[in-house]
T-cell receptor, first 114, second 116 residues
């Protein structure tokens, strides 16, 4: 059974600081997703990482994927308050017959303090 | 506007009652999904459907039922057999995947279900 582990689960950081969120998964997958969720809201897609070595950047967030290590990172640069949210990684798994599903990590709740 | 519409936003269930959560999408997506989210937890898959008239159980299907009679619609019924239904329910959809396809799942705004 595929397991997806994020750490840390809670992260409190000061504005202007850098930090990295880690996402480890237990079986082979060729697609990894990062989502953002604001309190009481739905999930918003941030990044899709499709291959080993993939790196995507949007503003102060940068995501990378190492399929050999089964590890993805979400790096936050010079954090600002607006980045406060819960961040989820999700891994795509395929079944015989063509069906597939996402398995989500438990999420990292990020709080950026002034 | 293309998107996924979930209704109602809030729902209250009495003990022994079945309730149905609506999910409609106009993105022309083939695949649709239902997730349950509990406080401080990730998303857990309840049911998913890759095509019309077909669906599969996810990781926590017990106490739930679905139908997929139309491409646009994937309603979820929370039955009286689900003893702990209080949670935030999210519906998602995605286009059919293929090699190299992104297969991003797009989410509705969610339904918050509580037990009276």
């Amino acid at each position: 059974e595929l397991k997806v582990e994020q750490n840390p689960l809670f992260l409190s950081m000061q504005e202007g600081k850098n930090y990295t969120i880690y996402c480890n998964y237990s079986t082979t997958s060729d697609r990894l997703y990062w989502y953002r969720q604001d309190p009481g809201k739905s999930l918003e897609s941030l990044f899709v990482l499709l291959s080993n070595g993939a790196v995507k950047q949007e503003g102060r967030l940068m995501a990378s994927l190492d399929t050999k290590a089964r590890l993805s990172t979400l790096h936050i640069t010079a954090a600002v308050h607006d980045l406060s949210a819960t961040y989820f990684c999700a891994v795509d798994i395929h079944f015989q017959g063509g069906s597939e599903k996402l398995v989500f990590g438990k999420g990292t709740k990020l709080t950026v303090n002034p | 506007d293309g998107g996924i519409t979930q209704s109602p936003k809030y729902l209250f269930r009495k003990e022994g009652q079945n309730v149905t959560l609506s999910c409609e999408q106009n993105l022309n997506h083939d695949a649709m999904y239902w997730y349950r989210q509990d406080p401080g937890q990730g998303l857990r898959l309840i049911y998913y459907s890759q095509i019309v008239n077909d669906f599969q159980k996810g990781d926590i299907a017990e106490g739930y039922s679905v139908s997929r009679e139309k491409k646009e619609s994937f309603p979820l019924t929370v039955t009286s057999a689900q003893k702990n239904p209080t949670a935030f329910y999210l519906c998602a959809s995605s286009s059919k995947s293929g090699t190299g396809a992104k297969n991003i799942q797009y989410f509705g705004a969610g339904t918050r279900l509580s037990v009276l």
